[in-house]
């Protein structure tokens, strides 16, 4: 369910920068989606498709473009990447505090007609 909100909000943002570019069909678009949201592309391929059926969008090829995750360690303030599940620095061990980085889900480009 997750995903499927997250799709609709894109959707609505995809529809209007569309129409702002003169487009009247979305042909295809990429993605760029962060690791630490935790959603993934089968997903969101669904929701786009479902969710899509009917709008300038419907049938457009999706292209995603992953952000890896980033991590900063409240004691020793460094930042490293989350890989898989450590979560841990490697400097000290304390365990890291999710950034901004990684959470990102928008469209980063639209190509169309």
Do not use: W
């Not at 962060?34 to 669904?46: A, V, Y």
């Not at 709008?55 to 490293?80: D, M, Q, S, W």
């Amino acid at each position: 369910m997750h995903e499927q909100h997250q799709v609709a909000h894109l959707l609505a943002h995809l529809e209007a920068d569309a129409k702002a570019l003169g487009l009247k069909k979305v042909t295809s678009f990429t993605v760029v989606m962060g690791d630490l949201l935790g959603m993934d592309e089968q997903s969101c391929d669904m929701y786009f498709e479902t969710l899509g059926e009917r709008t300038i969008i419907e049938g457009a090829k999706i292209a995603y473009r992953h952000v890896p995750g980033l991590l900063l360690c409240p004691k020793c303030n460094k930042g490293f990447p989350k890989i898989k599940s450590e979560l841990n620095c490697s400097t000290c061990g304390t365990q890291g505090i999710p950034t901004e980085k990684g959470k990102e889900f928008f469209a980063e480009t639209i190509k169309g007609e």
